[in-house]
């Protein structure tokens, strides 16, 4: 998978989360921004899903583990999307594609859809700092 997040600072916890083993040959990279599919069960996200976390160490697929740690704080340097562009620093980000991030709506506000917020302007295509953990 291409895109993948880069720690930048922290993070200073990793929680457990649960995983589908998978089929053999198909990994997981560390970094991979992941989707919440289940209470606390994940996978890599595809899209507008609701966030889990940043994956802490590779998911071998088929290797019978299912159980994996993700970081849910702290700052990473994420990808923008192509599509609708730049994000400007200060603006809440939401999932977007696989490991891109985008803009969040007003609707997604009020979702929880929320993955944390631009440390600063983030031209389309491009890597910036995020910090994890919503608004704040």
């Not at 994420?78 to 609707?107: E, Y």
């Not at 997604?108 to 704040?136: P, R």
């Amino acid at each position: 998978m291409a895109d993948e997040a880069e720690l930048v600072e922290g993070p200073y916890e990793v929680h457990d989360f649960t995983i589908a083993d998978g089929s053999s040959g198909t990994d997981i990279e560390k970094f991979t921004l992941m989707k919440l599919t289940d209470p606390r069960t994940c996978a890599a996200s595809d899209g507008a899903n609701v966030f889990a976390g940043i994956l802490s160490a590779t998911k071998v697929g088929g290797n019978g583990k299912t159980e994996v740690g993700l970081w849910t704080e702290g700052i990473f340097k994420l990808t923008a999307c192509a599509t609708p562009g730049t994000i400007t620093a200060g603006m809440p980000v939401v999932l977007s594609g696989p490991n891109l991030i985008r803009v969040a709506i007003a609707a997604e506000l009020l979702t929880g859809a929320v993955i944390g917020k631009a440390l600063e302007t983030i031209a389309a295509s491009t890597q910036g700092e995020v910090k994890l953990g919503g608004l704040n």
